[in-house]
């Protein structure tokens, strides 16, 4: 006879819960149960939940999320709502719908919520198909949120997508609130300070844009300096000044490069820069890399670096924008490429350093943790 084993690990998610969290900077968060789950035949399962989203930007969205983990490690079954986003700010039920089999392994399940706003979730309840093809509810813990939500912490769920790896997400804070779909309460997860990108992932420029060959080039090199960022925001202290070996550089003085090169094309194709003129020495060490880079740019967190980067790309921008494509496509005066061509040439520099800085990222050293000797008391 087929039969579906699903017994609840809950004692695994409150310790999770209750250990120190990695605290990380994202434009995205996530909340998450697991359950292992065993079945020698396709099963059906469904996630419902009703959700609501207060934008405080135009890319604000939320949703439920779905995936299934298989015994041999292979893709199994995923779905994030990417396709049909949340962003009513009127509550309504949600369902994603799904197949388990005999290679599944463990099922985890949540919610999710992306960039600036309000994202209320309430009434998340799960149903698989049994024995009979009829679908039979499963027990979630606080699945209906009526618990309260303490330090970011909502009872019973923790704040990730995988079960040993809890996170807290520094943008984003978890509260409770009132205002609930059914019952007295729901999970209120508020988003703030998240800078929103000026291009659209996974694609290249804008519909109808008046240049499309600058606007194309203004997304690519944002979708780059995303990435550079994803990678190395999160560093700590003791990573940011890591030195692999004595010819490397430093991730910050990695950083200050590619925005110094990006100061030296701004000079190069709009005839000058205002960071050049403020400071030209930090520009031309960065530029130049070696060992003035190596003593100079340490001790200061990663932010330092992106903040400048953020400012120069934003000029790099502003200015890109009050041009046009015939523009871009000259050579000026006195020059040997196009215009279009100077920005090409720093688009993929980033490209480069960012394998290299990829390179570098994997081979970090682990943390060192402080180990604090108890003094021994006296009689």
């Known amino acids: 006879m087929k039969r579906i084993i699903l017994p609840l690990i809950f004692l695994l998610l409150i310790g999770n819960i209750v250990n120190a969290q990695k605290v990380v900077s994202r434009n995205w968060t996530s909340f998450t149960q697991q359950i292992e789950i065993s079945s020698d035949s396709e099963k059906k399962f469904k996630l419902i939940g009703s959700l609501k989203v207060e934008p405080a930007d135009d890319k604000a969205w939320a949703g439920l999320w779905v995936r299934v983990d298989t015994k ?26 799904g197949t388990i089999n005999k290679n599944s392994k463990s099922l985890n399940f949540g919610g999710l919520c992306l960039y600036n706003g309000k994202f209320y979730f309430d009434n998340l309840k799960l149903f698989i198909e049994g024995e009979d093809g009829k679908f039979q509810e499963m027990p979630i813990l606080n699945g209906d949120f009526e618990k309260s939500v303490k330090n970011n912490e909502a009872d019973s769920w923790y704040e990730s997508i995988r079960s040993k790896n809890t996170v807290r997400v520094k943008e984003y804070t978890l509260s409770g609130t009132k205002d609930a779909a059914t019952g007295k309460r729901a999970l209120l997860i508020t988003g703030s300070g998240i800078k929103v990108p000026d291009y659209e992932f996974g694609k290249i420029g804008k519909d109808n844009a008046d240049n499309p060959q600058i606007d ?24 940011v000044d890591h030195l692999h070996d004595e010819k490397a550089n430093r991730f910050g003085a990695l950083v200050m490069h590619l925005a110094a090169a990006e100061v030296y094309y701004q000079k190069y194709t709009f005839g000058e820069s ?41 000029e790099t921008i ?47 050293p682990p943390v060192k943790k402080e180990v604090k000797i108890k003094e021994q008391v006296k009689n």
């Open 318 to 364: 502003k200015e890109l924008r009050k041009r046009d494509d015939k523009w871009f496509k000259e050579v000026n005066a006195g020059n040997s490429m196009a215009n279009q061509y100077a920005w090409f040439h720093v688009m993929e520099h980033q490209s480069s350093h960012l394998g290299q800085i990829l390179f570098l990222r994997k081979r970090l």
């Open 72 to 97: 041999n490690d292979e893709p199994g079954f995923f779905d994030n709502m990417g396709d049909r986003p949340v962003k009513s700010s009127t509550w309504q039920e949600y369902t994603i719908e």
């Open 216 to 239: 194309n080039m203004i997304s690519m090199l944002e979708d780059l300096k995303g990435r550079l960022e994803r990678i190395v925001k999160n560093l700590p202290q003791e990573h």
């Open 274 to 314: 205002k960071f050049d003129k403020e400071d030209p020495e930090l520009w031309k060490v960065g530029l130049d890399l070696g060992d003035k880079a190596r003593e100079q740019f340490k001790g200061k967190p990663i932010s330092y670096y992106l903040d400048l980067f953020d400012k120069v790309r934003a």
